[in-house]
């Protein structure tokens, strides 16, 4: 895949310095900084950067999608979108234990989502763990709650559900 605007990827020579050094680095780690903000990527680069691990994801290149997916969470560990690509990624490609992972990592970037409850649930059910994919499905569930932008997600949940305790 070819990647457009291969420039915007490279790193800053000022950014390059500074990761050269421990002492630096480590201090603004300290002070709370993401990679992405030592390195100096924008907003619009992130994007760039989460298009082509979507395209990758979308084209079944699920190895490469996680690899993507995994720089992405690695330069900003704050964005509940990198790590359900991760997760889904890792789950596609038969990485189940990573998949848990990288959804427990979703949960806690954006804990209302039922979305990795829900992908978590076939992850455990593969693991042959029946209760951990009955509590993950009735979490998705309960965090569905009314909304329609989830609707359809916690109408399969809720099958699903009853599927188990058949």
Not at 29 to 46: A, D, P, R, V
Not at 78 to 107: F, P, S
């Amino acid at each position: 895949m070819e990647i457009e605007g291969i420039e915007d990827y490279k790193i800053p020579e000022e950014a390059l310095e500074r990761l050269k050094s421990p002492d630096v680095l480590r201090r603004q780690m300290e002070e709370g900084l993401t990679f992405q903000e030592i390195i100096g990527y924008s907003h619009e680069t992130m994007e760039k950067f989460y298009h082509v691990a979507h395209r990758l994801f979308q084209a079944q290149e699920y190895e490469k999608a996680a690899d993507a997916f995994l720089f992405l969470t690695t330069l900003n560990p704050y964005v509940h979108h990198y790590w359900l690509g991760l997760g889904m990624a890792e789950q596609l490609n038969g990485g189940v234990q990573q998949a848990l992972l990288a959804y427990a990592m979703a949960v806690l970037t954006n804990a209302e989502s039922p979305v990795p409850h829900y992908h978590s649930a076939s992850c455990y059910q593969v693991l042959n763990d029946r209760e951990s994919a009955l509590q993950s499905l009735q979490i998705a569930i309960n965090c569905a709650g009314s909304s329609p932008e989830h609707s359809v997600l916690k109408e399969r949940a809720i099958i699903a559900k009853q599927s188990l305790l058949k």
